[in-house]
């Protein structure tokens, strides 16, 4: 038997795939299923969230690259990727309302948009975020979207989450009715120490969630956002925090921490410019994030 043939024989006697590029032959006897068990599975995650930011909804014309009527939309195509992946809980980073002249249009604009997100799956968390007390107060925002507090931190399957309020002025006073400039967002002393308090008592991996950003110390950072780092990195506990804000896909890692904006979904028309994810979380600390249309994806283990 020449070369050629033996070749031949012994791909005719074994089955071949493809995996990661590489070839692997397996005997005639042996099922392609038992032979892919033998590599390790994938571990399962321990926890899923599904995020979204700045929807800014209105019911007004667009504004440059923001078109609020379509928020709608954008969030009607997340809905329909959420109902597939299920997620235990779903994090609205901030801004989930634009601006309006009246309280009581505001209060319209918000319940519009609620409607929609209240049926997503899960459990809601909405963080505050500057254009969410334009007109309204915190009170009326909070009551109108049925959350309780402005910031907060709860437990699921052995991960900690912590919820911050960064819509206080300089001298500590709340925003509310237009009393504010946006650049000027604050985290109080009396959160900060909520903040460390909660943190010391935390017992599992902890991920952190705000609107106005920690990682800059530009117009879309917190003014105290320093004080606040050195707060989450002295836990030794906090993996990642998770922003909006700025609209645009960006990540840092400071001192362990990654520090990810989440894409805006009101930028630009069309659903091609939609942005939302899915965060999944591992036993082991493993982040993955898959992002759909214009959002990122991001694996950090």
């Known amino acids: 038997m020449n070369s050629k043939d033996r070749n031949d024989a012994i791909l005719y006697g074994r089955r071949a795939f493809m995996r990661d590029g590489s070839l692997f032959l397996l005997s005639a006897g042996v099922g392609l299923s038992q032979g892919l ?3 390790a599975e994938e571990p399962k995650a321990q926890l899923r969230f599904g995020l979204v930011t700045d929807l800014h909804y209105a019911d007004k014309a667009p504004g440059g ?16 990727q959420f109902a597939k992946e299920k997620p235990s809980h779903v994090v609205e980073l901030g801004d989930f309302i634009d601006a309006a002249d009246s309280v009581a ?3 319209k604009y918000l319940g519009r948009v ?3 997100f209240a049926e997503l799956p899960g459990k809601k968390h909405y963080v505050l975020g500057n254009h969410c007390v334009y007109t309204l ?3 009326e925002f909070l009551d109108g979207v049925g959350q309780k507090k402005s910031y907060y931190s709860f437990d699921d399957r052995g991960f900690h989450f912590v919820v911050l309020d960064a819509c206080f ?24 120490e909520w903040l460390q308090a909660d943190l010391k008592k935390a017992t599992g991996k902890t991920i952190v969630f705000v609107h106005q950003r920690l990682d800059v110390s ?8 320093a004080q606040i780092r050195r707060v989450l990195e002295q836990s030794g506990k906090v993996l990642a925090v998770f922003q909006g804000h700025s609209h645009k896909n960006e990540v840092k890692e400071i001192n362990g921490i990654h520090y990810c904006v989440h894409r805006a979904m009101i930028e630009g028309s069309g659903k091609e410019n939609n942005g939302y994810s899915i965060m999944d979380l591992f036993a082991d600390g493993t982040i993955r994030i898959t992002g759909f249309r214009k959002q990122e994806k991001y694996n950090w283990s």
């Open 169 to 192: 002025r300089n001298d500590g006073k709340p925003y509310g009715r237009k009393n504010f400039q946006w650049t000027d967002p604050n985290i109080p002393q009396e959160q900060v």
């Open 37 to 39: 068990s033998s590599f």
């Open 105 to 107: 249009t505001e209060k």
């Open 65 to 80: 690259s923001r078109h609020y009527r379509e928020t709608l939309a954008k969030l009607e195509e997340a809905a329909l």
């Open 218 to 225: 530009n117009h879309y950072g917190v003014k105290n956002a």
């Open 137 to 139: 107060t915190k009170d």
């Open 114 to 116: 609620n409607k929609d």
